[in-house]
């Protein structure tokens, strides 16, 4: 068990321009999940595969926001036209299937949008 | 839906005190319940769950939880508290069939003083 992974721990990008983060979730979890999570409050979630296919998405996600996850191995969260607004923690979790598995959380990619 | 409340955004006590974070949540259906913590600049790291098994859990690091769901009630409490439990803590709920996101609190920061 290595661990979830996530690239790169911190981003600062330009308002306007576009970010791509990575997220590797533990090799034998086939659930793998987005939250994002603005300072002194509690993570929330965006969205989640299950292997390859993209079950639910929150509202939160709006359409400059998308996730892939190809193989159902990795995935990416893209932010296309970044606003101030979207400056905050992205955190990436995986679990195992079945009812009561908790997630296990990567460090988080911190982005700044100035 | 599903939500949680976590009394206090922030609970200062003295080393060696008890520590008692609370946790109320609300579910048309039994849920799952977990407690994570978060160090700064760290993702959230699993310290205990409920998953309908005994009511009282004990999770990593000395900390414990008590599901009671007359109250609708999940505390984590811990006898003596330690510098190193300075901390934030989030309380998370999940049902079964809503593919295993959690849905977490706002959080309680957690100030031990010597």
């Known amino acids: 068990d290595t661990g979830v992974s996530q690239n790169p721990r911190h981003k600062i990008t330009k308002r306007g321009q576009n970010v791509t983060f990575r997220c590797d979730p533990i090799?034998?979890?086939?659930?793998l999940y987005w939250y994002r999570q603005t300072l002194g409050q509690g993570p929330e979630f965006l969205t989640y595969?299950?292997?390859?296919?993209?079950?639910?998405k929150s509202r939160l996600l709006s359409d400059r926001f998308s996730a892939e996850r190809p193989k159902g191995s990795f995935s990416t969260l893209e932010i296309q036209r970044t606003e101030q607004g979207d400056s905050a923690m992205y955190l990436c979790?995986?679990?195992?299937?079945?009812?009561?598995?908790?997630?296990?959380f990567g460090n988080g990619t911190r982005l700044t949008v100035t | 839906a599903q939500s949680v409340t976590q009394l206090g955004s922030h609970v200062s006590v003295s080393e060696g005190a008890l520590v008692l974070l609370r946790c109320n949540y609300s579910?048309?259906?039994?849920?799952?319940l977990f407690w994570y913590v978060q160090y700064p600049n760290q993702g959230l790291q699993l310290l205990l769950k409920y998953t309908s098994a005994a009511t009282l859990v004990k999770g990593i690091n000395g900390f414990e939880a008590e599901f009671k769901k007359s109250e609708t009630s999940f505390h984590l409490t811990k006898p003596s508290a330690h510098m190193s439990d300075a901390a934030e803590y989030f309380c998370a709920v999940s049902l079964n069939n809503q593919g295993g996101k959690l849905i977490f609190g706002q959080g309680t920061e957690l100030s031990v003083k010597p």
């Open positions: 090799s034998e979890h086939n659930r």
């Open positions: 979790a995986s679990s195992l299937l079945g009812g009561g598995s908790p997630l296990h």
């Open positions: 595969f299950q292997n390859e296919a993209q079950l639910e």
């Open positions: 579910s048309s259906v039994p849920p799952y």
